[in-house]
């Protein structure tokens, strides 16, 4: 059988979808991994093929329309969430030409899309070839997919359609836990950390004598970032770098070699998230899905900080289940940043509600185990 993954632009949407088509290549299928085009690499150190949906960075659809205009994030929490299905749409409409060659040469049997990557269920449509969406993370797009609706109507009038018609399998790695009640039918799979490898060093595996709190905010923050992520972590790293612990801040290397200049006695860089993780005391960031999600799997207690509306729901469910703290745009003044993290460090109870989590992750059916579905949804 042959599977065409469907990712996004960004390392997140890679590893988020790398178990389950590592998986359907061990079983003996053949699988490519399409992304764009600054994702191949991304998608070959996985041990994937790969090829590139659209030359254009995730960046460009963000902040570009169909027509070259400029396009900026709105304020509202309801606009911001159409706006982002609307970008992930124009994403898609990009890609789907150069993706519907492809197909037409290859041949997939199957297309098992990320959570916004709209452009998988249009290949289905026009293959007639069945649908998968997995879950990127543990945020629902209930509010997002309309806007990419409304962005590919000229796509979906091909086929006399409206909106964009419902994966025929959802897989869901969200925990049931914090799964929301009225969420659509789903196969649930366990979440299995992936992300970019270096070589190991002793301090990344082994506790030191001080807690360990690790800052993050995630595989795209830049220096220049137009999201302003840069400016988050920095002021994040400043505000614990005087504390009595030890500060890992998870980075890309440009980025961690602007902040060793202005705090030379911190751990910075890009490290193995899935080896660290477990290693740490609290984890702080932007509450973004897949870092979430690697530290409930390993269950460590964090503080979230969400950096898009479409995060907030998600987050207060973690923090209402007990196992982290979540500070709302206004709420994330150093002082309250500060307290939180002294309470997730000094509380024990954070701690058992993070491994309750961890356990439950481990229930859940692993990867391999979808694979028979996918069979027989093809």
Not at 150 to 171: N, V
Not at 355 to 365: D, F, H, K, S
Request: aromatic share 6%.
């Amino acid at each position: 059988m042959r599977i065409l993954f469907v990712a996004a632009g960004s390392p997140a949407t890679v590893f988020a979808l790398a178990p389950l088509a590592t998986a359907a290549r061990n079983a003996g299928h053949q699988v490519v991994m399409a992304a764009t085009a600054d994702m191949a690499s991304v998608v070959t150190s996985a041990g994937l093929a790969g090829i590139a949906t659209t030359e254009l960075p995730i960046r460009h659809f963000i902040t570009t329309d169909r027509d070259g205009n400029p396009e900026e994030i709105p304020a509202d929490g309801s606009e911001a969430a159409r706006f982002t299905g609307r970008w992930f749409a124009r994403m898609a409409a990009a890609s789907l030409p150069r993706m519907l060659e492809f197909c037409r040469e290859w041949r997939p049997d199957l297309l098992v899309g990320g959570t916004m990557c709209y452009v998988a269920p249009l290949l289905a449509l026009h293959l007639g070839v069945p649908h998968v969406r997995q879950a990127w993370d543990a945020v629902e797009a209930d509010r997002i997919h309309p806007g990419a609706d409304t962005e590919l109507r000229p796509e979906l009038a091909e086929f006399g359609l409206t909106e964009l018609p419902a994966p025929d399998l959802f897989i869901d790695i969200c925990p049931p836990a914090l799964r929301p009640a009225d969420g659509p039918p789903h196969l649930p799979m366990r979440y299995v950390p992936a992300n970019a490898q270096r070589p190991l060093e002793p301090w990344m595996y082994r506790r030191g004598e001080r807690r360990r709190v690790l800052v993050t905010s995630g595989s795209r923050v830049a220096k220049d970032s137009y999201d302003r992520n840069f400016d988050f972590l920095r002021g994040l790293a400043k505000d614990i770098a005087g504390w009595d612990v030890e500060l890992v801040v998870a980075a890309p290397e440009p980025v961690a070699q602007a902040l060793r200049a202005d705090l030379p006695d911190i751990r910075a860089g890009w490290v193995p998230l899935d080896v660290v993780a477990p290693t740490c005391d609290v984890l702080v960031h932007h509450a973004g899905g897949v870092s979430t999600l690697t530290g409930l799997n390993a269950g460590v207690p964090q503080l979230l900080i969400p950096k898009g509306a479409v995060l907030e729901r998600p987050a207060g469910r973690v923090a209402d289940f007990g196992a982290a703290v979540t500070l709302l745009p206004g709420e994330d003044v150093p002082e309250a940043v500060a307290d939180s993290c002294r309470d997730l460090l000094e509380d024990g109870r954070y701690r058992e509600r993070a491994r309750a989590l961890a356990e439950e992750i481990a229930r859940m059916p692993l990867p391999a185990a979808l694979v028979t579905e996918l069979e027989q949804l093809a």
